[in-house]
C-alpha cells in the first residue's frame, strides 16, 4: 500500500494505493462515508488488490485531503470525476454512504465508470431535519462537512431521480437490511430508477463493508466480475 495525492478540482485528494498483485481486471476506486477515510477500506482493499488496482480516496475535507471549508455532495463529485480523468481509464466504483451519492452523480456524468456499488444508499426524500451533535475531541475530517452536507440529505435536490435515472452503468446496491438507519425500502425505490440495477441484502447495518467483510466481498466480486465471466462462455 502507498499514498499518493491527486490534484482534483481545486483541492488535492490524499489516495491510498493498493497496486495489483496480479492484474487480471479493471482497477477500482472506493469513496468512503461521512467521516470516514480511505483506511476504513483497508480490508476490502487488500483483498480486492489481489487481482485489480484499488485506489480508496479520502474525499475532501477528510484524512489527508485538503479541508477548504466549503463542502457539497456537487464540489465532492467534482472533484472525482477530475480523479477520474487524470487516472484515464475506465474503472469501477463502490461508493458507502456519502461517497455513495457522490458515486451515482459520477456515474451519472463520467463514462469512465464501468461497474458501480453503492453500499447502503437510498433514494433520497424529504426528512425531517436534526442537527447533529459534534463528537468531543480531535476528527479525523472537518465538522464543517456534516453542517453543509446534512441538509442536501435532510432536503434532497430536486434532480436526483433524473441523475439515478440517468446512470448508463450496471449498478448493484447492497442493502444493510432492517438493522440500518437507512431503510430497505429506500435502497429498492432507488433499484427501481436506475435502469440497470440490482440488489442485495446483508443485515448486518449500515457499514455493511466493515461488520461482513467477507459476504460483502463475496457479493462485490460476483458482481464486478459477471460481464467477464460470460463474455467469456
Known sequence: MRRETRHAAGVDLSVLVWDAVSPAHPPVVLLPGTGLTAEN????????????????????????????????????????????????????????????????RVAARSPLVRRLVLEDVG??????????????????????????????????????????????????????????????????????????ATTVTIDVGHEVHAARPREFLDAVRAFLDADEVDSAS
Open 41 to 104: 477500506w483497508s480490508e476490502v482493499a487488500a483483498d480486492l488488490s489481489r487481482d485489480r488496482t484499488v485506489r480508496a480516496v479520502d474525499l475532501r475535507g477528510h484524512g489527508g485531503s485538503d479541508r477548504p471549508g466549503t463542502y457539497s455532495v456537487e464540489l465532492m463529485t467534482a472533484d472525482v470525476l477530475a480523479l477520474l480523468a487524470s487516472m484515464g481509464e475506465e474503472s469501477d466504483v463502490v461508493g458507502h454512504s456519502l461517497g455513495g451519492l457522490v458515486a451515482c
Open 123 to 196: 433514494l433520497l426524500r424529504p426528512r425531517m431535519p436534526a442537527a447533529p451533535v459534534r463528537p468531543d475531541g480531535d476528527l479525523a475530517f472537518d465538522w464543517a462537512v456534516v453542517e453543509q452536507v446534512r441538509p442536501e440529505v435532510d432536503t434532497p435536490a430536486a434532480d436526483w431521480p433524473k441523475v439515478l435515472a440517468g446512470i448508463a452503468a450496471p449498478v448493484l446496491a447492497v442493502g444493510g437490511g432492517p438493522t440500518s438507519f437507512v431503510p430497505q425500502e429506500w435502497v429498492d425505490d432507488l433499484v427501481a430508477v436506475v435502469p440497470r
